[in-house]
């Protein structure tokens, strides 16, 4: 199976490190011209040069903008006003006790986590409908099924991300657009590296080793006993943002090493 996206604009957000980038790296390795974004007009420019000098197959551009507000997203969309696959990468997770998370980590996990994919799913759809085409795939987790008494906020806020692509992809019936969201489980992200830093330091492990060892002491049920690895995930997205996924959507799709205990 090749996988050829030459001709299609993707948006991948959040997609300056972890996760993000590796989709962008394999959207580009497929041919797709590549819209990296950060918040940091620095940091994202550094992305792309990055995409660009490992020789990708499609055009790499850079559109900084903090999706967090309306403002925002309405920014990012006046820099891209069209894409054909849309990648709701953008997120983030905080542990935090229930008792101790207050209104705004709450409100800020919603807006990031939710919102910005509400915002931009909404931009884009209607020019992926007028070609009756396009893919908006949406980065949720585990922890919209498993909520993780860790930091219960980000559960719900992932909880959400997968009902709002459900409802969209019922919404889009009848077009060539399929809406899915992506459910990784622990994966070796930046973000993860520094959740893991400090047992790491601790112990003096590889960081393989401890991110096995939360693994199987945090998410018990997972089959492969490990973390997954960027290029894991991206190697799904890549394959859902492609035609030969033309009868999947309104799915939740699993990348999480078998963590959900479920048919």
């Not at 089959?223 to 035609?243: D, F, G, K, M």
Request: hydrophobic share 45%.
């Amino acid at each position: 199976m090749q996988i050829d996206l030459t001709g299609k604009r993707a948006l991948v957000t959040g997609s300056t490190e972890g996760i993000g980038y590796a989709i962008a790296r394999q959207l580009s390795r497929a041919g797709a011209d590549v819209v990296v974004n950060g918040r940091s007009e620095d940091k994202t420019a550094k992305a792309a040069a990055r995409l660009k000098s490992e020789g990708p197959g499609g055009k790499v551009k850079s559109a900084a903008a903090d999706l967090s507000t309306a403002e925002g997203c309405a920014a990012l969309v006046a820099q891209i006003p069209q894409v054909d696959i849309l990648i709701n990468n953008a997120g983030i997770f905080q542990p935090i006790d229930f008792f101790d998370a207050e209104d705004e980590v709450w409100d800020r996990h919603w807006q990031v986590n939710v919102m910005s994919t509400v915002r931009l799913s909404r931009a884009y759809l209607p020019g992926m409908q007028k070609l009756n085409w396009g893919r908006v795939i949406f980065l949720a987790s585990e922890s919209g099924f498993n909520i993780p008494v860790e930091m219960i906020h980000y559960g719900v806020s992932k909880t959400a991300d997968i009902a709002v692509a459900r409802g969209l992809a019922k919404r889009m019936a009848g077009t060539g657009i399929t809406v899915n969201s992506v459910l990784p489980g622990p994966t070796l992200s930046e973000g993860v590296e520094t959740m893991l830093a400090e047992e790491q330091a601790r112990t003096g492990l590889p960081l393989e080793e401890v991110a096995a060892a939360f693994v199987k002491q945090h998410r018990s049920s997972s089959i492969i006993q490990r973390a997954a690895t960027v290029e894991e995930v991206a190697n799904l997205v890549t394959y859902l943002a492609s035609p030969f996924a033309s009868a999947t959507t309104g799915a939740s799709v699993r990348v999480d090493g078998g963590v959900i205990d479920t048919l």
